[in-house]
């Protein structure tokens, strides 16, 4: 099986989806905000995150395809 390799920009941008979605959860989860200003917050950070894993998922399994055809 041959490995992906990763750009450093398609890294990061792997790195911050995930930073996103960790954030928007720890403020749903957390209390330091106002109920509707945390809600609000975490529930579009936590989408951001989601909706840009999307195509980010669909890129490396496009490059694992590519991979394995070589």
Do not use: Q, Y
């Not at 490995?3 to 920009?9: C, D, K, M, R």
């Not at 989601?50 to 490059?63: E, F, I, N, T």
């Amino acid at each position: 099986m041959k490995s992906i390799s990763l750009t450093f920009p398609e890294l990061g941008l792997i790195a911050s989806t995930r930073g996103m979605l960790g954030a928007g959860i720890a403020l749903l989860l957390g209390e330091h905000l106002s109920a509707e200003n945390r809600k609000a917050v975490g529930w579009t950070l936590l989408l951001i995150g989601v909706l840009s894993s999307v195509p980010l998922g669909a890129m490396l399994l496009h490059k694992r395809d590519l991979a394995k055809d070589v």
